[in-house]
């Protein structure tokens, strides 16, 4: 797939799960989203080439134009969807897959403490999360933990542990109120789905 082909891909999926993205020039012109995932593709190319002080200040330039802050070491899939994204905040080593959906106020953080940093440099400190996952507005997803194929996070959840393939998460600390397994691709804005 050339370059053309993905921002092509990327921009219909962007219109499969938002009707307010009525056409490409909007998405490409408004969503704070199109612009911050450029701006992490180019940060991530240039942390990986070991200039890691321009890849942090295009990330900054990036949190300044967007209000999104993605650190340029984290690693995403294709397609990720931060509807609105003021205030989502991505965290250094943490794995995103493909065709995720996040909200704004989001945080894929760490609950490392700030004493003896020195020693958490390269280990794990923030969460992976699978494929086709939607996580709602003001959750907080904590930790080296994994957040399972097509889960669903509800809005405000605070989750500290590993979630399952399909689960529904909601609360604090949140719980699983799925009553059965599903890996149901189908979006469910918000997190809400009726499967339970």
Request: hydrophobic fraction near 40%; proline fraction near 5%.
């Amino acid at each position: 797939m050339n370059i053309l082909e993905s921002i092509q891909s990327y921009i219909k999926s962007i219109q499969e799960r938002d009707p307010a993205a009525s056409s490409i020039l909007i998405v490409l012109l408004t969503y704070p989203c199109v612009k911050s995932i450029f701006f992490h593709r180019v940060a991530h190319m240039i942390w990986n080439m070991n200039l890691h002080i321009i890849g942090r200040m295009i990330s900054q330039l990036s949190r300044f134009l967007t209000g999104i802050e993605i650190h340029p070491a984290a690693k995403i899939g294709k397609n990720l969807f931060i509807d609105h994204g003021m205030g989502v905040v991505i965290g250094q080593t943490t794995e995103i897959g493909d065709n995720v959906t996040l909200y704004h106020g989001v945080t894929l953080g760490g609950i490392s403490p700030a004493i003896k940093s020195k020693e958490q440099v390269g280990i794990k400190r923030h969460p992976s999360i699978g494929n086709d996952v939607i996580i709602g507005s003001g959750a907080q997803i904590l930790g080296p933990i994994k957040v399972g194929v097509c889960a669903r996070i509800g809005s405000n959840a605070v989750v500290t542990k590993d979630v399952p393939k399909g689960a529904i998460m909601v609360g604090v600390p949140a719980k699983n109120i799925s009553k059965k397994k599903t890996t149901n691709k189908v979006f469910a804005p918000y997190g809400v789905t009726d499967e339970k």
